[in-house]
Structure formats: C-alpha cells, structure tokens
C-alpha cells in the first residue's frame, strides 16, 4: 500500500529558507521518478520539481535557482530545500510520483508553507 508522509512547512518569512521532506512506502523507490507538487489558494495543484531515478533534478522557472530537490534511495524519503521564499509560494506542499496520479488517486496530506511579506 503506497504512503506519502510529507513534513517540513512552516510559516517564515519572505527571504527565509525551508526544508521539505517526503517519506515514501509502497512501491520500488528507487525506480521511479518523484516530485513535488503545491496547490496555491484557489488554485489547482502544479508541478514544482522533480527528480528522475538516476538523480537528475528538474524545476520549473517560478523556483529555478531558489529550490533544490533531492533524493535518499536508501531511505526513500524525497526532499525539497527551499532559500529565498516570497509570499508567493505559500502553497500546500505534496510529494508523489512523477509524472503525477490523477487528482482521485493517492496523494498525501500535505504540508503547508506560508511565506510572510
């Protein structure tokens, strides 16, 4: 049974650093490729990073150079540093495969970010 326990978000403020840790079980880690997922206020749930199996990490422009996205095989656990945060990225943070499940498939809890200006 697949299970994601993300942890690490806080409140900080603008300028401040985080860092985000994904637990996984359920499924051969080290095969596949994960990422990081945030859903903003309102919004639907977008890409942020993700990593391939071999290591490669990939962002999107919005946290390019801000964010780093990182993996421990032998832990399976998926980690998402993030330095110089802006208001902008409060968001709920989620871990999960990628390319990502459907929205009605699993996905964990979550764990909110919250950037003060």
């Known amino acids: 049974q697949v299970q994601l326990v993300e942890s690490g978000g806080g409140l900080v403020q603008a300028g401040g650093s985080l860092r985000l840790s994904c637990a996984v079980s359920?499924?051969?880690?080290?095969?596949?490729?994960m990422a990081w997922y945030r859903r903003l206020p309102g919004k639907t749930r977008e890409l942020v990073a993700f990593?391939?199996?071999?290591?490669?990490?990939n962002y999107v422009d919005s946290v390019r150079g801000r964010f780093t996205i990182s993996r421990d095989n032998a832990e399976k656990k998926v980690y998402l540093q993030m330095a110089s945060l802006k208001p902008e990225d409060t968001a709920v943070y989620y871990c999960?495969?990628?390319?990502?499940?459907?929205?009605?498939?699993?996905w964990g809890q979550g764990t909110q970010v919250t950037i003060s200006s």
């Open positions: 999960n495969t990628y390319p990502p499940p459907g929205e009605s498939d699993y």
């Open positions: 990593i391939t199996s071999g290591g490669s990490p």
């Open positions: 359920g499924y051969i880690f080290r095969i596949r490729a």
